[in-house]
T-cell receptor, first 115, second 113 residues
Framework: NAGVMQNPRHLVRRRGQEARLRCSPMKGHSHVYWYRQLPEEGLKFMVYLQKENIIDESGMPKERFSAEFPKEGPSILRIQQVVRGDSAAYFC?????????????FGNGTRLTVT | AQSVTQLGSHVSVSEGALVLLRCNYSSSVPPYLFWYVQYPNQGLQLLLKYTTGATLVKGINGFEAEFKKSETSFHLTKPSAHMSDAAEYFCAVSTNTGNQFYFGTGTSLTVIP
């Protein structure tokens, strides 16, 4: 009964490279959320997706960041041309959806370091 | 729009003492409220939730929280702190429209032996 699976746990990229973060939601969950966490800061919402649809991307930077949740396979958060300021922990969460009373279940995060 | 305010970014208590972590919310519609705990280098784990019904909800690890509509609060308590309770705690709110979750900035709990 696997929970939310994120990989890799740690990712090191040089400035200008691309980072791909993967998230497999809990079985039966069709709603996926991505959050970013910086040291000593809270969770910053980035994007909310359902299968094949972006529902809310109001927290995503307009450039270099994109997310998808295809019909088959994991959700992907993609950061192009990474900069040092992108270094953070990125968390994925999933839920059953419904009326908002279904709680989020979180993965253990991907810690991105940009050198 | 919904929002959450957690008063006190850092709280220290002695082992065995009462734990009280404060959370106030803002919502124009009936809220759903959640508390999560985060241990170092891990994701967030659900402690408890309030959706409807009884306003005093019990969670894991001896924690409980009470929904007080008149005070727009959902404070987290535990009668006796344990060393293993040292972690970051997040309060969150959602509603029955939009499936969006709003998190507070977190409270770091330190337990002093």
């Amino acid at each position: 009964n696997a929970g939310v699976m994120q990989n890799p746990r740690h990712l090191v990229r040089r400035r200008g490279q691309e980072a791909r973060l993967r998230c497999s939601p809990m079985k039966g969950h069709s709603h996926v959320y991505w959050y970013r966490q910086l040291p000593e800061e809270g969770l910053k919402f980035m994007v909310y997706l359902q299968k094949e649809n972006i529902i809310d991307e109001s927290g995503m930077p307009k450039e270099r960041f994109s997310a998808e949740f295809p019909k088959e396979g994991p959700s992907i958060l993609r950061i192009q041309q990474v900069v040092r300021g992108d270094s953070a922990a990125y968390f994925c969460a999933s839920s059953l959806g419904g009326e908002g009373n279904s709680p989020l279940h979180f993965g253990n995060g991907t810690r991105l370091t940009v050198t | 729009a919904q929002s959450v305010t957690q008063l006190g970014s850092h709280v220290s208590v002695s082992e065995g003492a009462l734990v009280l972590l404060r959370c106030n919310y803002s919502s124009s519609v009936p809220p759903y409220l959640f508390w999560y705990v985060q241990y170092p280098n891990q994701g967030l784990q659900l402690l408890l939730k309030y959706t409807t019904g009884a306003t005093l909800v019990k969670g894991i690890n001896g924690f409980e929280a009470e929904f007080k509509k008149s005070e727009t609060s959902f404070h987290l308590t535990k009668p006796s702190a344990h060393m293993s309770d040292a972690a970051e705690y997040f309060c969150a709110v959602s509603t029955n429209t939009g499936n969006q979750f709003y998190f507070g900035t977190g409270t770091s709990l330190t337990v002093i032996p």
